[in-house]
């Protein structure tokens, strides 16, 4: 059964990073494209990052992590990573990453949730002094 598994979350001081990895499992994360979401407590879930595969090599950035964040792939250990810095306590949120239904590319609509059929657990980023 092919899983996505986020880990690398935890607490960060505001201006401080992390970064969280995504490993695929029973697939290859290269074969699609692969997203970072997040949700805030009583917030819906918003697209952060869209990473194609690499052999498309574009990105997408949700315009309240560009610049700050940073999304790669590591195709040897079949990873997808989001790099976190300059973090904000409103970044606060659980984390999670997906994999779109089809296809290596994202497009323009990247951020809709009903391109993503694979889900994983999520990981919490809590960002406090």
């Known amino acids: 059964q092919d899983q996505l598994v986020e880990s690398g979350g935890g607490l960060v001081q505001p201006g401080g990073s992390l970064r969280l990895s995504c490993e695929a499992d029973?697939?290859?994360?290269?074969?699609?494209?692969i997203a970072w979401f997040r949700q805030a407590p009583g917030k819906k879930r918003e697209g952060i990052v869209c990473?194609?595969?690499?052999?498309?090599?574009?990105?997408y950035y949700a315009g309240s992590v560009r610049g700050r964040f940073s999304g790669s792939r590591d195709t040897a250990k079949n990873t997808v990573y989001l790099q976190m810095n300059s973090l904000k306590p409103e970044d606060t949120a659980i984390y999670y990453c997906?994999?779109?239904?089809?296809?290596?590319?994202?497009?323009?609509?990247?951020?809709?949730?009903?391109?993503?059929?694979?889900w994983g657990q999520g990981t919490q980023v809590t960002v406090s002094s």
């Open positions: 990473i194609s595969s690499t052999s498309v090599g574009i990105n």
């Open positions: 029973g697939f290859s994360a290269n074969a699609y494209a």
């Open positions: 997906a994999r779109r239904i089809s296809g290596r590319a994202c497009e323009s609509n990247w951020s809709t949730l009903e391109q993503y059929g694979t």
